[in-house]
């Protein structure tokens, strides 16, 4: 008799060039009951392939791999829908690799020193639909090679005057708590806004909110 109260673990695939690093990963991916790594590639196109063969949930993506690169791995796979979400790794803060990966459609990044508690938290988080890493922090990303809000203003005439506020607040890095205590407004109202603006621009999470903020 199946049971019914078994939950399906969180299917991964890890993608970098160091069968080392990839296999340090899958030993602490795999010590946790509710992840399961279901597949490892070495290069873009072998991770493409990896996709198709085991059709996982999260994407590990390390950015700088010989033949096709993270960037372009990753644009190919947004252009699939929702699924697989990926996880950017880098071994640099503020890396433009990772900026472009974020562009690209990734849902956030994390750095490869990253304490092994947050890499889990974080493959759990963009499973859950969310960002992973801070606004704040990618702002100051996108910082490194051009930022400034070049939004044009007829894309963003579908948006309310208040949604335009809360698009402003949120592109510059503010949280949800930061925005309701200048607006005036609860945190749910803000998170109401936030979906609404997301719908309309046609984006899918803050990360995305942001890069599309800072003229991405």
Do not use: C
């Amino acid at each position: 008799m199946p049971d019914v109260g078994h939950i399906a673990p969180i299917r991964v695939v890890l993608v970098d060039d160091q069968a080392l690093f990839r296999s340090g990963l899958r030993m602490l991916l795999d010590s946790q009951d509710d992840i399961e790594v279901v597949g490892e590639a070495a290069d873009g196109a072998a991770a493409l392939a990896e996709v198709e063969r085991t059709d996982p949930d999260v994407v590990l993506m390390d950015v700088r791999m010989p033949g096709m690169d993270g960037v372009t791995a990753t644009e190919r796979l947004a252009a699939r829908g929702a699924r697989p979400r990926v996880l950017v790794l880098t071994t640099f803060d503020l890396d433009e690799a990772a900026a472009r990966a974020l562009r690209a459609g990734a849902s956030g990044f994390v750095l490869k020193d990253a304490r092994p508690e947050f890499l889990l938290a974080a493959v759990r988080t963009v499973h859950a639909g969310a960002a992973v890493i801070a606004p704040a922090a990618i702002g100051h990303l996108l910082d490194t090679f051009g930022s400034g809000h070049r939004g044009r203003d007829d894309e963003l005439a579908v948006l309310s005057p208040r949604e335009r506020e809360i698009y402003d607040l949120a592109g510059r890095g503010l949280s949800n708590a930061e925005i309701a205590a200048h607006e005036y407004v609860s945190e749910a109202t803000v998170k109401t806004h936030v979906s609404r603006v997301l719908a309309k621009l046609g984006l899918r999470d803050r990360v995305q909110l942001v890069v599309h903020w800072h003229g991405g």
